[in-house]
């Protein structure tokens, strides 16, 4: 009845069985996931070597076209089928993994400690809130990198290869290279800040969900304006600029009409000028649509003053903006971190 | 050093929960919270444990404030009213993890508690009763072997066997290691059997806060006649309380009992007397206005 058990005596004596069924639950779900991604990539070697490229023409969108001829009627991609389970379900899943994990996994997990009161229990043993605060952040931080690294090997070998044959792959900036990890730290912060502030895991759930949405939809859209774009006055001739910009995995993020000095052109000006154009066009007897009566446009609109202003990212400025905007996620989770410390220490129960 | 409370006041939005409360336990004292629903006992607990903070007001208890330091954390005991321990964790893993962040743990000792009570020790929490729950929940608190233990309802779900033989395991430990004890509880029969002294909470006010016997020795029944009624207004130093055809005089002056014809109060009716609104206790003073 009087045995003690000094604490210092059991350094080295934990085992298994020491860490609580949480955190034991999050090493099988990991080691599990490890087990399905073998399962996965064995599967899928299989399939890519028993799959027969084929060739499929056309420009898709803003992808990179490096190993594309200059000239679009005889581009030709390259293009292998995905592993079966590749559709845009999975494919969806893949890229909202981290979110998955934040929603799923962090924030209820931790909102239920304090739903069920257990809290009261772990609070009042020699654990300190800090310590408390580290173990958790640790654990879920942890998890979010080790899926995010699952996300990212199942997007470069899967969906990568299939679907862009070259680098960069701006289609998919956001949920990939450092600012996939930084994101995904992002949304473990906020589900951590989350649960301490709504204590109730649906609650908790939904809030973190609504603002991972937030989060990836201003990711994929607003990053390339992290770095002022840059921008190129180019004759509307044909093959556009856009095209060789593209071609050379640029970004391309917009266009507008101006004058050859930068001044915007308003849409009734190119509306009158353009239709103009293509009456004159008409006129000259080039009846069929194609790259010789586009020329043609291209070069009448020209001599009435009208360009195309083309705003891009080049390819270069992949990896800066990677990096511009990771530092900026990480910023953020510290802040967000930072926030829900103070909250663990002042919070009551 | 035992517990000492100067000024307490919590509010919850614009309900106060606690108003201005102070008392003292002395060290190794066994002290019953009392009070009807509502009227604070779990906040001052919680206060007491660092698991909430006062508005106002000075608390020690074995000589230092409630903190989230780990050197006073492993001094206190503390239990839910909730039973909270981890639901899907069964005793045995409760006992490891706890083991492996308390600066001391007495396992063997709620090992043997456990096995007397018969609860299981192999299965999840969550499949035990509410009672085996609650009776766990304050052996995991008693193995940390704190200096003081703040019990919140701990033989509330409890049957009267198991909780005559916990309050037995409790007062063993808290005897043999001095150990200073707060419980809340509504179990008048345990209190006076077990505590030794009372701290009487009425809508977040103190209203007692004695040794157990004091309390039995200062109440007297006496008849409600106005002769009587008359001379307890004169005497400043008493207070008494109108119930049907009887006054609850409190006083220390026993000669002034025999000339009243007092008759001896139980606990109990001393305890429901004080707690109940109807009876507000009337002064000298508050007479004589």
Known sequence: MTATVERRELNGKL??????????????????????????????????????????????????????????????????????????????????????????????????????????????????????????????????????????????????????????????????????????????????????????????????????????ISASILYPFAISPKTVISSPGFPPFGYTAAAQGSNLIGTAFVTKSGSKVSPAQVALISGQCVKDTIALGTQNIGPQSQSIVSQCMESHNLYFEYSYQPSYRYWELQWVLTAVALAFTVLVTLGALYLTRRIQV | MGITVEQVTKTFRSKAALKSISFEIPDGSIAALIGENGAGKSTLLHILAALQRPDSGKIEIDGSPPSQQQKWLSKIGFVDQEASIMASMSLKRHSGVARSINVKWNEEFLLSALEELSIPTDCPAKVLSGGQRQAAATLLAVAKEPKTLLLDEPLAALDPLMRRTLLGILLAYAYDNKVTVLLSTHLLSDIERTCDHIVLLKHGTVTLSQRTEQIIDCHRWVPNLAENKNFLTQKQETSFFEIGGNLLVCSDNEALFEQMGAKSASFEEIILARMGDLFQPKTAAAEGR
């Open chain 1, 15 to 216: 085992g298994w069985w020491h860490y609580s069924f949480r955190q034991r639950r999050l090493v099988l779900i990991v080691l599990l996931g490890a087990v399905i991604e073998t399962l996965w990539f064995a599967f899928a070697g299989f399939e890519l070597n028993h799959t027969l490229p084929v060739f499929v023409g056309g420009f898709a969108g803003s992808a990179p076209l490096a190993k594309c001829a200059a000239n679009a009627a005889t581009c030709a991609i390259p293009f292998k089928a995905p592993p079966p389970f590749i559709n845009p379900i999975t494919e969806l899943v893949i890229y909202v993994l981290p979110a998955i994990c934040a929603v799923a996994l962090v924030a209820p997990s931790l909102a239920k400690e304090f739903e069920s009161k257990s809290i009261r229990f772990t609070w009042t043993q020699a654990l300190t809130r800090n310590q408390w605060f580290l173990s958790r952040a640790v654990a879920s931080f942890g998890a979010a990198l080790v899926i995010t690294g699952i996300a990212q090997i199942e997007l470069y070998r899967w969906i990568f290869p299939h679907y862009f044959q070259s680098w960069p792959a701006w289609g998919m900036f956001a949920f990939s290279g450092t600012l996939a990890v930084g994101i995904s730290l992002v949304l473990v912060a906020v589900a951590i800040f989350v649960a301490l502030t709504l204590k109730r895991p649906v609650a908790a759930a939904i809030a973190v969900a609504v603002v991972s949405g937030a989060v990836l």
